[in-house]
């Protein structure tokens, strides 16, 4: 397996280097985001939103919003059907009904001439409420004479599941050494740059079309064509250039998008509606927070015997992907280690706070950090070297995993052995913590749709030689099309230079699940791979008809055995000539195995699966509790890799959000509100806080992969939770289990208050 | 052959009538058009342009434009490298380089924050010009001592043609009666209502985009990909609603494009550039001006045996489709009737004058002028009744003319008749002048390009049951998308409601002619109409495979012989499961039989041909020379009609602008100057202008055209002018020769100037 180990200054380009010429117009200011976008006769849109996290609307009273001049129209809930809408499940309207759930739940609506008069025409609508208890957390919300939030969810309890495998309560009977302890996470926010903002537009003729940027254009086309009751095809969702997005826009602001709709529709008029940065903290639907009490079991020789777990999580108001978070975090990360015994309870709870949702790793991030720092505290009580341990237990390639999941590739030991070297695990220096910490994430998840598993992908040959590619996967910044300009140059033997990919219109693209478990690549790119092939093919038969001989086609030349040749544009012109305006067009339709799982969720749920080992280097000063992390080392065995400039970006941007996660960021409540909604409060690591980041990539071939090629977008985010926690466990002497790891909770740690 | 007749008063809809529901969003002032169009970071481009009908330009002294506040950039020919591009021939530069030509040459451009700023800077640029001798009068200009106007075209000579058929001179001398006389015809310009608008953007990934209307945006990116250099796949031309082009926007404006687009190059920023209304009438390239000579002879019985002709186009001082307007002028007219022998000389001399081009009938609108008129002289001096001879001499199915067009349906007597009767030929008002006149034209033009005759389509089953429909012919306000949507309709057997017709994005149609040489129905449709049909057989594969069983579709439901049904949203997304997100795609391709025709242009150059007879009733004041036009019948064989209401909607507009052509509309010019470059000078018919207009369409079926249809775009506006010429000559006992006729010239004639 080729190495390649990568440090944060690069001289030179390698063979694989390509960035999208897209790139160029976003470090030159010249892409047109968003907001950057108007229509003639556009109005803005702003919402009104529930300053209590539970009552009842007695009534809104519109007063005279409506004639307020600049003011073209008001939307409350009262006037729509009450149609519930949902991801997961039907728990929401556009606009509240006859309850408001959370501060910040979306009351009433103005469409204005522009943001200002909007605003004031918001805030001169009166609303009388009456309150409501409330409840905030989770495991109060379980209870069952806690206020009640959906009278469709008994107790608080959105979704429950009970996990079975083997038998854990014999493993603990038998096990040498147990440990146990209980971790938490708070809601995390992914803070893309941009503000969620999107101009809706409808007339007869175009039908609704939706100009924002969103990871999934085609399913929040479907959810909001059911909700408002529109042919499927008369709403369109066209993308401008995306200012980020890491999985906490997969779905966008489907409620802003749906309130811009119904804006649009009555006004007659498009209707522009961006969120503010303190917005995007009340809806932008962060990750679920999480208690995790978890248990393991070892014998003597550090084999794991079982795993339990208790598990609670916070849903917030509404569900959005909450319930899918939640089982990932619950039981993905069982897979890493051999963990015959396992026992589950994983519990989502209804809370009056901010809905809830997803961020890169879809959970995984937060098991990691407990299961992790678990490992280690087992390690230390076995007085097994915590990098023996992992490599003991950890999963290799052509196991099946505890949960059913099919190793079909897998260098994880050789990733925890070059993360280990790399941070000189056996040649310490005195006064620094180690850490290290290894992940399992899904690579080309199969769970979305039972009836949609793969994806499509047309590749065209353009009159010019050039080549179009569309795919109905979106590149949100990740980096998607120049991967995919990669795959197609390297299938028709061309420079990436002559193709183009395009994307972000719904009705031009394949349709497609979007840009979500780690589809990307592996399955998105499988099939631009398949659709360039196809296209290859034909480019080689309209040769050959042309030139009455077998071709064969190198470097976009094409020769026949007599040695004539024909260039590429000239193919594109005879095919277009024969047509009368077609162009040769490949389609690749890339239709993975089934997954096939049981009614308890064993089975195989993903096309392949990406491995990871992190190793930290930290220090601790002892007198404050502060953390100062050195050096972060990321090996990946994320199969070979396409673009290599495109993965250490990744690389380097998820080992940095995984520190956030860390040791900085957290939502914090104060009976429901949220106390550091701007990103003043909110802290991020900024470029200062970024330790040395070393990637290592273990590149070992996968055998479904696009060239061998594995999902590496979320995994990258994955390990550096548990590294870290462990290294300033090493350094600190003690432990701290509720993220983030902040000097506070060191000192505290320090001072006796809470200790291993 | 069933007849339509229908007066202007319409009181119920028929089963054919359907407007796209595009014409919502225009009488509701909704539909985004070019100048509603705005691009963030965009700038305005305005033009300098020459002072001077001919002049050498010694020095441009940009000064400190560049420095003024505001101004981004300016651009002058010298900066350019001289690459002449062209329609027909390649005789001009985006901006001059060294000589102007006509009064409005472009000599420099100026991009700044705005229009305003941007006309202040370009009337800051001073140029120095050497005059140069200039030349206004074609006839003067082929004198070979003459101001030369380009070093490649001697004499001013752009384009000469000597056409011979059977031997007119001794068909001449065995004639029992000759008339000859010589008409003329000034520049028209098409006077669409929406001034040519552009926003040009470049960046790396995009390539260039322009946001523009126009009738033929594959044919203007190819020019402007080779003009400009760039691959011909980062050209792309997205178009906005357009406000109206007949003809005389085929290719927009390029020179505009250009400019817009290489402003945009230069500063990195969107540009839009709007012409002003006097700029269209300097540069909007109006129809070529001609002065016909014309002979004729006849036997005693009316037999016509031959037709002399000598013609000179005013071609101005650049080229665009001069010479193909030409060309038909001078010939197609030939075989509205049997003339054995032809001998005709058409000459296209360059003029220090605006640079000319089309108008909807391409030049056979200017020859029924003279031939119709032509024929009413002979029929008084034959002493024979003009309809008589109209009827004795016209073509008919299965005749092949006298330049070898093949007429495969042709109701061209019915027409006569049809209008004839409607007017009351035989049953004359005393007071009132009668007139006729009948013309032919090509249905599906196959000359454009020889590699490229027919269409193509897409017919696309969406996720909802509607159809999607992608062409490259375009909807510029004649009602292309309503035709394709009935003629979908009718292939699927589905309501038009259900079905869209996409067509203006060069990145998403099918590679197209365009709108020119009455394409759209008679070849747009007919490849819409195969698309639709093959997109039939699939969705009935697909529902076959579904119910394992043969099924048969009606009204959008498939039913198996055991029946059981599945309706089209099922099927659609069957086939996207099995795919993983591909639609059902029925590719049309219409491939005309080859049009032969050899040197000398004899030969069939069109998929069928269209027919009509115009009638007009007219009074004209003996004293003042006063014209009054009833009553026009505008009788059409453009076989079956697809959708009536905009067939109707196409006589009633091409009518008018016949009118207007007849009695109303030309170019003043002063010195090369434009005397009436504005709508207040430059007189079209008002509401009030307009007479009252009754279509006849004889629904011929056509053998050859969707459903039995032939074009009727352009012919709708040709026998107007011959109708209306021997109305107000039989009104007045004078005839006037050259347009337009008004009263001043009927005085004139009346008063013994000039009289039959």
């Known amino acids: 397996m080729p190495i390649i180990t990568e440090n944060i200054t690069r001289e030179k380009k390698t063979e694989t280097d390509f960035q999208s010429p897209e790139v160029w117009t976003k470090v030159t200011g010249k892409a047109v985001y968003g907001n950057d976008f108007k229509l003639p006769g556009m109005l803005y849109g702003k919402i009104l939103r529930s300053p209590h996290p539970h009552a009842r609307i007695k009534k809104i009273n519109l007063g005279s919003v409506e004639a307020m001049p600049g003011v073209y129209a008001s939307l409350t809930g009262a006037e729509l059907p009450e149609r519930p809408y949902g991801i997961v499940f039907d728990d929401e309207l556009p606009l509240a009904a006859e309850l408001v759930r959370y501060i910040g739940d979306e009351v009433a609506a103005v469409a204005a001439v522009d943001n200002e008069t909007a605003s004031k025409a918001v805030e001169a609508i009166n609303v009388d409420y009456e309150m409501l208890p409330a409840v905030f957390s989770p495991r109060e919300a379980l209870k069952p004479d806690a206020p009640q939030l959906h009278e469709k969810f008994k107790d608080n309890l959105a979704w429950e599941r009970n996990l079975l495998r083997g038998d854990s309560d014999k493993a603990f009977r038998e096990a040498d050494v147990i440990v146990e302890n209980t971790f938490t996470i708070p809601s995390v926010h992914s803070t893309y740059l941009e503000p969620t903002v999107c101009v809706a537009a409808d007339d007869p003729y175009n039908g609704l079309i939706i100009h924002t940027a969103v990871q999934s254009p085609d399913a929040v086309r479907v959810i909001i064509a059911k909700a408002l009751e529109l042919p499927l095809s008369k709403v369109r969702i066209v993308g401008p250039v995306m200012g980020g997005g890491f999985g906490g826009r997969v779905y966008g602001n489907l409620k802003l998008y749906m309130i811009a709709s119904l804006l649009a529709i009555k006004t007659g008029r498009p209707v522009k509606m961006q969120l503010t940065r303190e917005e995007e903290f009340l809806v932008g639907r962060p990750m679920i927070a999480a208690e995790m009490h978890l248990k393991m079991g070892f014998k003597n020789d550090g084999t794991i015997l079982a795993r339990e777990a208790d598990i609670v999580t916070d849903n917030g108001a509404y569900s959005a992907q909450a319930p899918w978070v939640s089982k990932t975090l619950s039981e993905r990360n069982d897979s890493v280690y051999h963990i015959p015994n396992i026992k589950t309870r994983v ?44 490599l003991k237990n950890c999963v290799k390639t052509g196991d099946t995993t505890v949960h059913g999941l099919k190793i079909k590739s897998c260098a994880l030991a050789e990733c925890l052995k070059a993360a280990a070297e790399e941070i000189g695990w056996y040649d310490r220096k005195k006064g620094y913590g180690y850490g290290i910490s290894a992940a399992i994430h899904a690579s ?58 395009y994307s972000r219109d719904t009705l031009s693209s394949p349709h497609s699940i979007g840009a979500l478990g780690n589809r990307q690549t592996t399955i998105g790119g499988k099939a631009v791979q398949m659709a360039a092939k196809r296209l290859r093919e034909l480019i080689v038969l309209t040769a050959a008809d042309m030139l009455e001989d077998p071709v064969v086609m190198e470097k976009g030349t094409l020769r026949s055995a007599s040695d004539r040749i024909v260039e590429l544009p000239l193919v594109a012109y005879h095919y277009h000539s024969l047509t009368c305006g077609l162009s040769l067009i490949g389609e690749g339709r890339y239709v993975p ?48 890799i396409i673009n290599q400039i495109s993965a250490i970006g990744q690389v380097f941007g998820g080992t940095t959000q995984g520190l956030g996660m860390s040791c900085y960021e957290g939502y914090l409540f104060n009976k429901g509100e949220v106390a550091n909604a ?61 993220l983030p790891i902040t000097a506070e909770k060191v000192y505290q740690a320090l001072s006796g208050w809470e200790c291993e």
Not at 357 to 368: E, I, L, M, V
Not at 459 to 487: C, K, M, N, P, W
Not at 596 to 625: L, P, Q, R
Not at 718 to 737: C, K, M, W
């Open 347 to 390: 519990r989502l709870a209804y809370t009056n706070k901010v809905p809830t949702g997803q961020y890169r790793a879809y959970g995984n991030q937060a098991a990691n950090f407990a299961t992790e720092s678990l490992l280690d505290m087992g390690a230390v009580k076995l007085g097994i070297d915590p990098l023996k341990l992992r």
């Open 678 to 738: 701007s990103l003043a409060d909110y802290r991020i690591p900024t470029s200062l806080d970024v330790p040395d980041i070393t990637p290592i990539f273990i590149e070992n071939e996968d055998p479904e992969g696009p060239y061998g090629a594995k999902g590496l977008g979320e995994i990258v985010q994955i390990p550096v939770l548990g590294a870290v926690a462990n290294a300033v466990a090493d350094a600190a002497g003690v432990r701290v289990t509720d």
């Open 444 to 501: 080309g998840s199969l769970v979305f749709d039972k009836n949609f598993r793969g994806a499509a992908a047309l590749a065209r040959l353009e009159l010019d030689g050039r080549i179009s590619i569309f795919s109905g996967e979106q590149d949100y910044g990740q980096g998607a099309h120049a991967t995919f300009t990669l795959i197609a140059s390297r299938v028709l033997g061309i420079s990436p230079e002559m193709i183009t990919v």
């Open 593 to 640: 195995e089934p997954s096939e799982y049981d009614e308890t969720g064993y089975g195989n749920i993903a096309v392949t699966y990406s491995f990871a080992a992190h190793g930290a280097v930290v220090e601790v000063d002892k007198t404050t509790g502060a953390i100062t992390v050195h050096k972060i080392v990321a090996a990946h065995d994320s199969g070979k």
